[in-house]
């Protein structure tokens, strides 16, 4: 059976989400009190879609503004990358913009871009619409997702989204 390798890095604003998908993903495991990342961390994991192994390396990334300037060692030379935000905080959605652009310019030309709206768990206090990401994401030809890491909603979707997309 063949083994593709599928280098995928998660970008955003510290607290979204991002090691929690990761984790999910990963382990399908959620920590409520999982500690911030520094730098970034590296997980992996191989998967079986159709007759092929998937192996992905998951390059999460610090969302915190000191390590910024670390992402492009990450995202370069990356298949795909997720931008995460979290619905109940606006300008994590704002941000996520910056975030898009700075990939555009920087990353690679063909670079997956998924959009995941993580913790629709706590859709009474969205703040971010789900239509206006869908658009956004719609308007830079990316994929969009709504997740949930603490409730295991759309993790295993996203991840093979972007593999499709390969």
């Not at 510290?14 to 999982?34: L, M």
């Not at 990342?37 to 992905?56: C, D, P, R, W």
Request: with cysteine; proline share 3%.
């Amino acid at each position: 059976m063949a083994l593709r390798e599928l280098k995928v890095c998660l970008l955003g604003d510290t607290g979204v989400g991002k090691s929690s998908i990761v984790w999910r993903f990963v382990e399908d495991s959620f920590d409520p009190n999982i500690n911030p990342t520094i730098g970034a961390s590296f997980m992996t994991k191989t998967v079986q879609y159709q007759n092929e192994l998937h192996k992905f390396l998951i390059w999460d990334t610090a969302g915190q503004e000191r390590f910024r300037a670390l992402a492009p060692m990450y995202y370069r030379g990356s298949a795909a990358a997720i931008i995460v935000y979290d619905i109940t905080k606006e300008e994590t959605f704002s941000t996520l913009k910056n975030w898009v652009k700075e990939l555009r310019q920087h990353g690679p030309p063909n670079i997956v871009v998924a959009i995941a709206g993580n913790k629709c768990d706590l859709i009474d206090v969205r703040e971010v619409m789900e239509r206006d990401a869908k658009d956004y994401a719609d308007s830079i030809h990316a994929v969009f997702v709504e997740t949930s890491a603490k409730n295991a909603i759309n993790i295993n979707e996203l991840f093979i989204e972007i593999k499709m997309l390969q």
